[in-house]
């Protein structure tokens, strides 16, 4: 998956250093982000000598390489990088990169939407001690946002319910997927998306493993579970294009191995779950 970066360590402690003429910027907005792709898929990351004058500020380290993103108003752009999706860095490599590019965007994204105090619109400032953003007038503090979600994969036997979404990009199969909503467990969070989107219930609930998904966001987390009752679908259009039950040997190959969702559809295709 794309946070598999082993024998890498990705260190998110807040101990912010002063950036260095080596050092990665890592520069985004919405859902691109300023790099090279080669043809072969090699990613390439600027770094602050790439850069006329820049105020910076310390995201994370990966081993003994440190990411910063820059702040302030225009930047121009060093020659030879432009801003692309962010979605080529399911296929980048090395993963390391990709995944830091995605983590920063992830944290961009926070930083943009809480300039200002949400309680009395004084202008945020940023923590000493931790990754968080204070008020200094009424003391309200912000933290980056994450999204507790679930990765839903549904046995029938030798079947497997598959989806695909309504209105993404995305076309392939998928797993049944949703956020948490407020007051429930992650595990009521997996019957409710269930019921909601398809119409049926499950059981069996199997915690697999979990996923640091930037692109939205968003914290994963992956089950397996089986049909109880009736295989009929009741599709909810507005979430999904459709649902509809695959034999195992029919499930796509995982080409990109970077999410869960495909993870786990490989793992039923080969009969491991």
């Keep these: 998956m ?4 082993k024998p890498c360590v990705y260190d998110n402690s807040y101990t912010p250093v002063a950036p260095e003429g080596h050092n990665y910027v890592l520069l985004c907005k919405g859902q691109e982000a300023v790099c090279k792709i080669g043809h072969d898929g090699t990613l390439l990351l600027p770094r602050v000598k790439d850069f006329e ?11 003994e390489d440190a990411f910063f993103m820059p702040t302030g108003g225009d930047i121009k752009l060093p020659v030879g990088f432009s801003f692309e999706s962010l979605r080529t860095m399911r296929t980048a490599r090395p993963r390391k990169l990709a995944f830091a590019v995605v983590t920063a965007a992830s944290l961009t994204r926070w930083y943009d939407l ?5 309680r009395c619109r004084t202008a945020m400032e940023e923590s000493k001690s931790e990754r968080a953003l204070v008020c200094p007038s009424c003391e309200n503090t912000v933290y980056p946002r994450i999204n507790p979600a679930v990765i839903v994969a549904v046995r029938d036997g030798e079947r497997l319910l598959v989806t695909r979404y309504a209105g993404r990009p995305y076309k392939n199969y998928a797993l049944i997927a949703g956020f948490a909503e407020t007051g429930e467990t992650i595990e009521e969070t997996v019957l409710r998306e269930v019921k909601e989107e398809t119409g049926i219930t499950v059981k069996n609930l199997e915690f697999y493993k979990s996923q640091p998904w930037g692109f939205s966001d968003s914290l994963l987390f992956g089950f397996f579970c089986d049909l ?11 979430e999904l294009a459709t649902a ?22 490989t793992l039923l295709k080969k009969g491991d779950k």
Excluded: A
């Design 2 to 5: 794309i946070h598999d970066i």
């Design 244 to 265: 509809l039950w695959v034999q195992r040997e029919d499930l796509p190959d995982d080409e990109e191995t970077v999410s869960l969702t495909m993870e786990m559809m």
């Design 114 to 118: 809480n300039c200002y105090c949400g």
């Design 228 to 238: 109880d009752g009736t295989d009929e679908l009741i599709v909810d259009k507005t």
């Design 53 to 63: 004058s820049c105020q910076y500020r310390y995201l994370f380290s990966i081993d």
